[in-house]
């Protein structure tokens, strides 16, 4: 390897968080987008947050069992869900084991947003209110492969990282 590359530069310009501020842009229109017309075609979303940031309300069986982050998947059987811009702030009903329950969920407790159909990926850094920011790499888009659909498919709580490519195996 040759010693001739230029010297990585640090930007005085906050370009990583203008970045992640477009890119969970792109999540709020989508979200937004769903709430004024539902879903087109066969687009659904994984949703991954943070459970234990403040202002999210999940029942506390939930919270015992996702005590870090959850993820939801908004395709066939979900209620309600809003969006307030100004307050930060998405809801939307859902069944876990038969309970219909309402999440709230602040906007910026969302680390993940997919649409598999479209093999659309976002990652977003964790933001902790109050906390110094700690300097992170830049969200990254990911392609995402496209689940099989399914009949009758329940609401499940899943890790978006059952749905990441893979490198084929070496058989």
Same mark, same amino acid.
Not at 112 to 129: I, K, N, S
Not at 137 to 165: G, H, K
């Given at each position: 390897?040759? $010693? &001739? ?10 370009? &990583?968080?203008?970045?992640? !501020? ?6 709020? *229109? +989508? @979200? #937004? ?7 087109? /075609?066969?687009?659904? =979303?994984?949703?991954? =947050? ?9 029942? !506390? ?31 939307? /009903?859902?069944? =876990? /084991? /038969? ?7 602040? @906007?910026?407790?969302? %680390?993940?947003? +997919? &649409? ?8 977003? *850094?964790?933001? %902790?209110?109050?906390? #110094? ?12 492969? +496209?689940?099989?659909? &399914? !009949?009758? #498919? ?6 978006? $990282? !059952?749905?990441? *490519? ?6």
């Amino acid at each position: 390897m040759s $010693d &001739d590359a230029p010297p990585q530069v640090e930007s005085l310009l906050p370009y &990583d968080d203008w970045t992640e !501020a477009a890119m969970r842009q792109v999540m709020v *229109r +989508a @979200l #937004a987008h769903m709430v004024a017309h539902g879903l087109p /075609g066969e687009h659904h =979303f994984y949703l991954t =947050f943070q459970t234990d940031h403040p202002g999210v309300v999940i029942p !506390a069986r939930l919270r015992a069992q996702y005590a870090h982050e959850m993820t939801i998947v908004l395709q066939h059987q979900f209620w309600d869900p809003t969006l307030d811009e100004s307050a930060g702030l998405f809801s939307v /009903g859902l069944s =876990f /084991g /038969g309970v219909p329950t309402t999440l709230v969920i602040p @906007l910026d407790a969302v %680390t993940g947003f +997919a &649409d598999p159909f479209v093999r659309l990926g976002l990652r977003f *850094r964790p933001e %902790t209110p109050g906390a #110094a920011p700690e300097p992170k790499a830049a969200p990254r888009v990911e392609p995402e492969a +496209a689940p099989a659909p &399914d !009949a009758e #498919a329940t609401p499940q709580v899943v890790s978006l $990282d !059952a749905f990441r *490519r893979r490198p084929p195996s070496k058989s």
